[in-house]
């Protein structure tokens, strides 16, 4: 198996920013222009200019799953991890590496995004047996609400750039398409109906588009290794465009991705 970790950008199509052996997934585009992502249950850094992954400490969290998030301000990585509880949980470490502290208080939960000023965390988790839904955890108190558990399932929670929108995908009826709602948890919408199954919405920082994973009809939950696309469409809603084909899915684009200067996004594709 090799990962290329691969840059889409608006004014020139995908090109290759790194190639190497083994799994590696979910990358971020961090504010000083450094790649974040997860291999073999740690965080990894891509710097700017650089051919080599970098291990970033974490501490005792070493059994990382692949959701993780810089902060807006760039001083601090939300990483999800299970050895303190046995589920995957969200803690924070300083963008440099360190040790890490527990922010959520209830497990599992699996990191995804933070609000444009930084006080909370957008989180998938499930609750008292109930189906995956989404959360918002305070960053200051460990507090946590709950935005939506009205799904079958719902994941890959990311804000936009103005914090009135969550985006998610969301499974109702057999169908995962992408939606969007208010923190509050009013007024969710449906943006895609599509044909395919799709996942992991990302809207762009200037406001103006969402790229997301579009997987074939039929597919169960998000699995690697398959045939998918990415997709492109306005955030303000409307028919979206193919933008590419590869080989990945789990791994490809779970996080937010997007440069901060919205000319393009990270993601990777897997080759045998």
Same mark, same amino acid.
């Given at each position: ?12 199509? +995908?090109?290759?920013?790194? @190639? ?7 990358? &971020? ?7 974040? /992502? ?16 970098? =291990? *970033? ?8 799953? &692949? ?15 299970? /050895? ?15 040790? =890490?502290?527990?922010?959520?208080? #209830? *497990? ?10 930084? %006080? ?12 995956? $839904?989404?959360?918002? #955890?305070? +960053? ?11 799904? !079958? ?15 998610? &995908?969301?499974?109702? !009826? $057999?169908? *995962? ?7 509050? $948890? ?9 044909? $395919? ?47 590419? %084909? ?8 779970? +996080? ?7 000319? @393009? ?5 897997? %080759?045998?």
């Amino acid at each position: 198996m090799k990962s290329e970790i691969c840059i889409w950008r608006r004014d020139g199509g +995908v090109t290759l920013r790194h @190639g190497c052996e083994g799994r590696v997934e979910a990358p &971020n585009w961090c504010a000083d222009g450094s790649i974040l /992502v997860n291999a073999a249950g740690r965080l990894w850094r891509l710097a700017p200019g650089s051919a080599r992954l970098d =291990p *970033v400490e974490t501490g005792f969290a070493d059994r990382l799953n &692949n959701d993780h998030a810089p902060s807006p301000d760039g001083t601090l990585i939300a990483i999800s991890d299970k /050895v303190e509880t046995g589920a995957s949980c969200i803690y924070l470490v300083p963008m440099a590496g360190g040790a =890490p502290r527990r922010i959520t208080r #209830t *497990v599992p939960s699996w990191m995804h995004g933070w609000s444009p000023d930084g %006080r909370w965390l957008v989180h998938a988790g499930a609750r008292g047996g109930g189906p995956v $839904g989404i959360y918002l #955890t305070e +960053v200051e108190t460990g507090a946590e609400r709950c935005v939506t558990d009205e799904f !079958d399932h719902a994941d890959g929670p990311d804000f936009s750039v103005d914090g009135a929108w969550i985006w998610f &995908n969301g499974e109702r !009826d $057999g169908a *995962v398409d992408i939606w969007r709602i208010r923190p509050d $948890g009013t007024r969710a919408e449906r943006m895609t109906r599509g044909a $395919g199954v799709d996942w992991f919405p990302h809207p762009s920082p200037d406001g103006r588009e969402v790229v997301h994973l579009r997987y074939p009809p039929g597919t169960v939950g998000h699995p690697a290794d398959l045939d998918v696309a990415l997709w492109l469409m306005p955030q303000s809603g409307g028919p979206g465009r193919e933008i590419a %084909r590869l080989r990945g899915g789990q791994g490809s684009l779970n +996080v937010p991705c997007w440069a901060p200067d919205s000319s @393009g996004f990270v993601f990777i594709r897997y %080759r045998a």
